[in-house]
């Protein structure tokens, strides 16, 4: 299947700084990427969904101006963590669908391996 | 998204085959069912996906009711890497919605 990259894999920063989240398609193009928060034994929740070329969509109740979305490129996406407070501790993971292939990608989305951030 | 109901954990024994239900009784007729399985820290795994007939890849088999209203993953001979949350999403094949995730099945492959 497709790869999706993402690092850095765990991060650990003092509270009040900013970090950002890299996700590649490193073999597709995706015009399209998602971002997901997991909260220790509790189900992926949507945060985002990252557009090339235009602003990123954000669910309700995730704080735009905190998490900074950019997709530059047809194969890359960053999150940015801004002013990373204490609750903000959690596993992040991107996503991304092969949007060049259409009906034949069978909407099938690929997985990053997750960026876990602790907020001291 | 229909909403799909999975059993919170199952367990299963090293080597036996691992039978995950999933009830998706308000499928549209337009809409797949996928199934992915997250191991601890890691993300989302894609494993299978069918519309009605039953299918069989290199890692699992999916089994989907006549009247498509549940399916069964079948993991044939379980091993202790197959110990993960398993998840059961039903969606259209076309669009560019992304993957809602439920609950999901703790699976547990015990030696």
């Known amino acids: 299947g497709a790869v999706v990259s993402q690092h850095p894999s765990r991060v650990i920063c003092k509270s009040g700084t900013s970090v950002k989240i890299e996700c590649r398609s490193l073999?597709?193009?995706?015009?399209?990427m998602f971002w997901y928060r997991q909260f220790p034994k509790k189900s992926l929740m949507l945060m985002a969904t990252?557009?090339?070329?235009?602003?990123?969509?954000?669910e309700q109740g995730v704080e735009k101006d905190k998490f900074l979305i950019n997709h530059a490129s047809l194969t890359l996406s960053t999150l940015t963590v801004t002013s990373a407070h204490p609750e903000d501790s959690s596993f992040y993971i991107c996503?991304?669908?092969?949007?060049?292939?259409?009906?034949?990608?069978?909407?099938?989305?690929?997985f990053g391996a997750g960026t876990r951030l602790s907020v001291l | 998204d229909a909403k799909t109901t999975q059993p919170t954990s199952m367990d299963c024994a090293e080597g036996r085959a691992a039978n995950l239900p999933c009830n998706h009784s308000?499928?549209?007729?337009?809409?797949?069912v996928y199934w992915y399985r997250q191991i601890h820290s890691q993300g989302p795994q894609y494993i299978i996906h069918?519309?009605?007939n039953n299918e069989t890849n290199e890692m699992a088999s999916l089994i989907i009711t006549e009247d498509r209203k549940s399916s069964t993953l079948i993991l044939p001979h379980a091993t202790l890497r197959d110990t993960a949350v398993y998840y059961c999403?039903?969606?259209?094949?076309?669009?560019?919605?992304?993957?809602?995730f439920g609950k999901g099945t703790r699976l547990s492959v015990i030696a």
């Open positions: 996503s991304a669908r092969d949007t060049a292939k259409g009906w034949a990608a069978k909407n099938i989305q690929y």
């Open positions: 073999d597709f193009q995706a015009t399209t």
């Open positions: 990252s557009n090339e070329g235009s602003k990123a969509t954000y």
């Open positions: 308000t499928i549209s007729g337009n809409e797949y």
């Open positions: 069918g519309l009605k």
């Open positions: 999403i039903v969606r259209a094949l076309s669009g560019n919605t992304p993957l809602v």
